[in-house]
Every structure is written in C-alpha cells, then in structure tokens.
C-alpha cells in the first residue's frame, strides 16, 4: 500500500468504504466499481430471498401458483426490471473487474468498461422489453 | 498532490488485498461460471417461458432433468460462495479488528452452509416430488 497517498482533505472521507460514495474526482471505472459492489450488495440480499421464495413449492401447486400471480403484477415486473439491471451490470463490470485485477487490460480498462456496458445495456434492454412483454 | 490520490484503482487494490490466499481468485471464478450458469437460469426461467414464470407442474418438469438438476444445484453453491466472498471483501475494506473479521468468517461460513444445504434439499425435494 505504499503508493497509497493519504488524505489531507478534511472533506474527504478516510473510511475506504464511505470513499465508494465520495465522487469528487474520482475515474468512471472506481464508481463503476464501487456500483459493482453495491449491486453484488443487492444480488445477495436477492439470492436468500429467492431461496426463501422457492420454499412455496414444497407447499404445492396451490402455493406457488399463487405466488406466480403475485408474480405476474406490474410492481413485480417492475422489480424484475431492477435485478435484471443488476444483474447484467454486475456480470458485465465483473468481467471488467477479474480482467484487471488479474492485471490484464490494466491501460484499456475504460475502453473496457464502455464496451462491457454497452453490451449490458442492450442485453438490459432487450431482457426488460421481454420481462413486460412475455 | 494534497488530496487523496490513488495510483492504483480500486478494484487493483482489492484484488491485492485477497490474492494471497486464493480468496479472490475463487471469487473470479466462480463469478466467471456464474455468468454463463446465470444467464442460462435467466432465459430458461424469464424469457422463454410463456407468461416469463414456470408453473408448478412446469418446474417439477424442468427440476426432473438430471442435467438441469445438477446445474441447479451447482448454480446454488457457486452464487453463494461468490456472494458471500463478495460480502467478506467489504467487510474487509471497513478495516475490522483480527477478532470482528474472525466472527464475519464464521458468521458468513454459517450462512453459506446453510444456504447450500437448504438448496440442495430443496432441489433433491422438488425431483422427489416430480418422479
């Protein structure tokens, strides 16, 4: 950590997790970053409750299919909405963020990022135009 | 320069910080096969599926593929190591005493195992039920 200079800024926070939410002058990749680990945040939250969630069908067809209704209304379509963006960003900034920590593309990693983005956001496009469609 | 400069960016530091025990290097690869299992459970569940949710019936059938079944389980397994690798890494970046990161491990190694069993169980269930 030696090429880690430290802060004389009094405005700036020293807590290396609240330096996530400080934008001033910060890169486009460090915010993507600290968005690809508030997103994984929400993933996980997710995941238990999804684990939670498939616990309906060991009730049967009548638990889950109720569930599916509840499923099928524009407020959860509209969540769908929110984890598919999480999803697609995370999965695609994390290709981004194995690539340079690995040390490889370290110089092109905002190229790298705008291109891994892009392709999350037609995929994120396509899947919500599906999601409300389907 | 006065203010906070990084040299490195961030993601070169939090890979540093866990390389030397293999920590991050699991965490990259099983959020690699995570990508591909992932987006496979996404289009099988979402969007090929008329109505974007399998039924009932509909999930039995899908969970009754020996394929499916143990791509499920390893989609269960690997999204829970690599979620929770992801939440020991932040825990990391708060800078926790030796004794607060010992209690995360353990906290998270709990939740992890019983998140897996459960996922195991419930999709050694849901075959049960559908054969």
Known sequence: MSDIQSTTDPARPKSSLRAWFDVRGRSVTTLAFALNRLTGVGLTVYLFLHLAVLSQLLRGPEGWDSFIRIARSPLFLTLDVILLFGVVYHMFNGIRVALVGMGVANKQQKGLFYGLTGIALILFIVGAILIYTK | ?131
């Open chain 2, 1 to 131: 320069m006065e203010n906070t400069v990084s040299r490195r960016s961030m993601e070169q530091m939090a890979a540093k910080r866990d390389r030397s025990g293999s920590v991050w290097l699991i965490q990259a690869f099983t959020g690699l096969l995570l990508a591909i299992i992932l987006g496979a459970h996404m289009i099988a569940h979402h969007f090929i599926v008329e109505g974007g949710l399998r039924d009932y019936q509909q999930v039995l059938d899908y969970v009754n593929n020996p394929v499916i079944f143990v791509t499920e389980i390893t989609f269960v397994i690997f999204a829970t190591v690599h979620a929770l690798l992801g939440i020991r890494a932040i825990i990391i970046d708060m800078r926790p005493s030796p004794g607060a990161l010992r209690v995360a491990n353990w906290a998270l190694g709990a939740l992890g195992t019983v998140a897996i069993i459960y996922g195991v169980y419930l999709a050694v269930a849901l075959q049960r039920l559908a054969g």
